[in-house]
């Protein structure tokens, strides 16, 4: 499985972006799928979570309210909408897909990972 994240760059505070993870070589629609980040000296954290329809997300209270992710299973992608962006968002952000297709809040139930995109907001 291979997982293609992108979307990342530089805004400024209160600012948006969204990001994009295109997964390949299994069956997209099968997979839960989560967005984690990790900021310098700092452990990785969860950010989002959804399972394999979209009918269930789960959020970290840090992004609650600000973040959506979303999923499009024709499309193998998973987003992750980003809305009033603050400089303690700053960090890279990884996408992850678990194979039995839950919104799974812990790193060691993702058994695939993404490259990493970066996200850097300015005060």
């Known amino acids: 499985v291979q997982l293609q994240a992108s979307g990342g760059g530089l805004v400024q505070a209160e600012g948006s972006l969204r990001l994009s993870c295109a997964v390949s070589?299994?069956?997209?629609?099968?997979?839960?799928m989560g967005w984690f980040r990790q900021a310098p000296e700092k452990e990785r954290e969860i950010v989002a979570a959804?399972?394999?329809?979209?009918?269930?997300?789960e959020y970290a209270d840090s992004v609650q309210g600000r973040f959506t992710i979303s999923r499009d299973n024709a499309k193998n992608t998973v987003y992750l909408q980003m809305n009033s962006l603050k400089p303690e968002d700053t960090a890279v952000y990884y996408c992850?897909?678990?194979?039995?297709?839950?919104?799974?809040?812990?790193?060691?139930?993702?058994?695939?990972w993404g490259q990493g995109t970066q996200v850097t907001v300015s005060s």
């Open positions: 959804i399972n394999w329809s979209g009918g269930s997300a």
């Open positions: 070589g299994r069956t997209f629609s099968t997979l839960g």
């Open positions: 992850a897909a678990n194979v039995a297709g839950y919104s799974a809040y812990a790193s060691h139930n993702y058994e695939y």
